[in-house]
């Protein structure tokens, strides 16, 4: 699927701060023209975000951390074992608590790469070294995810 | 205005790449393993998972380096038989995740290595309102993850133990183009070989090479004095080998010492292979082989 901005005639590029609502049924993904900054939002329902999640990609670029060994399985397993769900945080620039890997490591692979972006810009813009569970229900709150 | 085929990429996710980069991963896997067969029956409770890992036992006894993935994702049972629990703690870094190692150094990977209980369902979905739409679909991505992400590493053999029915033969011909084949199992029941008769034709139709079929349970051996006599009434298996024009590579006799021993983490055939079963093991495997000596390409 591509997204066209008619008016300026430019394919619309994915923005790395989607949204995903918390049950994750539902995803959430926004696209701007890189001529006007016109932005939209595909907002799917929820037999397509259970598609996406199926195949086994990451919506707005592969990352480390969401193409690792069981992904889908891990993330989406309803009762899996907790060595499944940890993930690996790569961004050196941030600490993470435990209870925070925990967290974003339970956000389904395919957007999380989407999710953790969210979170550093977050905490980039307050100036927040520590990534905490607090910061993140922050950033729950303020967008959605 | 522009056309679909006029936007280079798809705005930033590469989808395509992805895909190409999740081939080239499982490529790279595989091409460490040399042979990869399926095991496969029509029908559920013919003992294929016994007959999978006591043959898996043979081809260890014999040198090669062998391993199991368990294709059977909601009634996994090669953990069991191999003599590993379900509490093993899963060891998961960049470069996949450590396959089981069960008797005989047998290498596996199965969806119970990762559920948390033994008595843990395999399930997408904790919500009564969950939709089983694409329940498929998400099976065929764990299988290629399962196959994908085991650091199998060098391996002579892979035996695919499949689950009952011939759906998910469609989802390992499209993983592993390569494989070498199936071996179909049955019971000398006339249902059981009714429902592989379906299997043996769904593959030939679609070109997948059978090795051959394997009877099980063909007779009762007495684990005193290794008498054999009939345990079921039915059409003899060889007849409907014939008649599918597929080789008859083997007929395996029921032995309670089988179960016994898989129970106890101990494989049959490992202390057994001079016994009527364990012969009668050997001589499929050596059918097997025989095959992949005449047909492979490696």
């Given at each position: 699927m591509k997204f066209l901005c008619v008016p300026c005639d430019e394919q619309m590029q994915t923005q790395t701060d989607g949204i995903m609502p918390a049950e994750a049924k539902n995803i959430s993904l926004k696209f701007k023209c890189p001529k006007c900054n016109h932005t939209i939002a595909m907002l799917t329902n929820q037999f397509e975000t259970e598609f996406v999640s199926k195949i086994g990609v990451e919506l707005g670029g592969q990352s480390a951390v969401g193409s690792g060994p069981l992904s889908m399985v891990g993330s989406q397993l309803a009762q899996g074992k907790e060595e499944l769900k940890q993930t690996v945080m790569k961004d050196e620039d941030f600490e993470w608590t435990e209870e925070a890997k925990v967290r974003i490591g339970r956000v389904p692979f395919f957007v999380r790469n989407m999710a953790k972006?969210?979170?550093i810009g977050f905490a980039r813009e307050r100036g927040i070294k520590v990534i905490d569970a607090k910061l993140m229900d922050e950033v729950r709150e303020k967008v959605g995810m | 205005m522009k056309t679909y085929h006029d936007l280079a990429g798809d705005g930033?996710?590469?989808?395509?790449?992805?895909?190409?980069?999740?081939?080239?991963?499982?490529?790279?896997?595989?091409d460490k393993i040399k042979h990869k067969i399926s095991l496969m029956s029509g029908k559920g409770g013919v003992g294929k998972s016994s007959i999978t890992a006591n043959m898996a036992a043979c081809l260890a006894d014999?040198?090669?380096?062998?391993?199991?993935?368990?294709?059977?994702?909601?009634?996994p049972s090669i953990g069991h038989l191999l003599g590993v629990g379900n509490d093993r703690k899963l060891t998961i870094d960049e470069n996949g995740v450590?396959?089981?190692?069960?008797?005989?150094g047998i290498k596996f990977m199965s969806m119970d290595m990762l559920l948390p209980t033994p008595d843990s369902p395999?399930?997408?979905?904790?919500?009564?309102?969950?939709?089983a739409a694409w329940v498929s679909t998400m099976e065929s991505t764990a299988l290629r993850e399962l196959l994908m992400d085991t650091q199998w590493?060098?391996?002579?053999y892979l035996l695919i133990d499949m689950p009952p029915g011939s759906d998910r033969i469609d989802n390992v011909r499209d993983l592993i183009p390569e494989l070498e084949g199936v071996v179909e199992i049955t019971i000398p029941s006339p249902?059981?070989?009714?429902?592989?008769?379906?299997?043996?034709?769904?593959?030939?139709?679609?070109?997948?090479?059978?090795?051959?079929?394997?009877?099980?349970?063909?007779?009762?051996?007495?684990?005193?004095?290794?008498?054999?006599?009939?345990?079921?009434?039915?059409?003899?298996v060889r007849k409907l080998a014939q008649s599918k024009e597929i080789p008859f590579i083997g007929k395996i006799p029921f032995d309670t010492r089988i179960s016994r021993k898989t129970a106890s983490g101990t494989l049959f055939y490992a202390e057994n292979k001079e016994s009527v079963t364990g012969k009668a093991i050997a001589a499929a495997v050596d059918n097997i082989l025989k095959f992949i000596d005449k047909n492979s390409k490696r």
């Open positions: 972006k969210t979170v | 930033g996710s590469n989808i395509i790449a992805q895909v190409v980069s999740q081939r080239e991963k499982l490529r790279s896997r595989l014999r040198g090669y380096r062998v391993g199991i993935l368990d294709a059977d994702l909601n009634g450590a396959p089981g190692v069960g008797a005989m395999v399930m997408w979905t904790e919500e009564a309102g969950g939709t590493g060098e391996l002579d249902v059981s070989q009714h429902i592989v008769s379906k299997s043996i034709t769904k593959n030939s139709k679609m070109g997948v090479p059978i090795i051959g079929l394997v009877e099980n349970m063909a007779t009762y051996v007495c684990p005193h004095c290794e008498q054999e006599g009939k345990l079921f009434e039915g059409e003899d």
